[in-house]
């Protein structure tokens, strides 16, 4: 149910392996204890991506090259938050993806 999330284990999505460890969704109202967690830092990286940007993978190979390039430390998982765009209302952007990484 959306909003609808996955993470992808750090050390698989910089060796190019996109596979999902969780799916998450922010509309669970059951979530407590164990089920939450705290990001271990403030400072992230973050992608926005629309429906009609093309092949998902395209995006996260940039986060890794874009990591690497200016030499920052992942300090969690990947996340990739999907989520419905109510502002644009074009058909071909209806749903976006916020990517995001924290770094030290």
Same mark, same amino acid.
């Given at each position: 149910?959306?909003?609808?999330?996955? *993470? =992808?284990?750090?050390?698989?999505?910089?060796a190019?392996?996109?596979?999902?460890?969780?799916?998450?969704?922010?509309?669970?109202?059951?979530?407590?204890?164990?089920?939450?967690?705290?990001?271990? *830092?403030?400072?992230?990286?973050? *992608?926005?991506?629309?429906? *009609?940007?093309?092949?998902?993978?395209?995006?996260?190979?940039? =986060?890794?090259?874009?990591?690497?390039?200016e030499?920052? =430390?992942?300090?969690?998982?990947?996340?990739?938050?999907?989520?419905?765009?109510?502002?644009?209302?074009?058909?071909?952007?209806?749903?976006?993806?916020?990517?995001?990484?924290?770094?030290?």
């Open positions: 149910m959306f909003p609808v999330g996955a *993470s =992808i284990d750090i050390e698989r999505f910089l190019g392996e996109y596979s999902y460890k969780h799916i998450f969704s922010f509309a669970d109202e059951h979530a407590k204890g164990d089920d939450i967690i705290q990001l271990p *830092s403030c400072r992230a990286v973050v *992608s926005v991506v629309r429906d *009609s940007d093309g092949d998902i993978r395209d995006h996260y190979r940039a =986060i890794a090259e874009y990591l690497k390039k030499n920052l =430390i992942p300090c969690s998982d990947v996340y990739s938050l999907s989520i419905v765009n109510v502002i644009d209302p074009h058909e071909e952007r209806k749903y976006l993806k916020y990517i995001f990484v924290t770094v030290k």
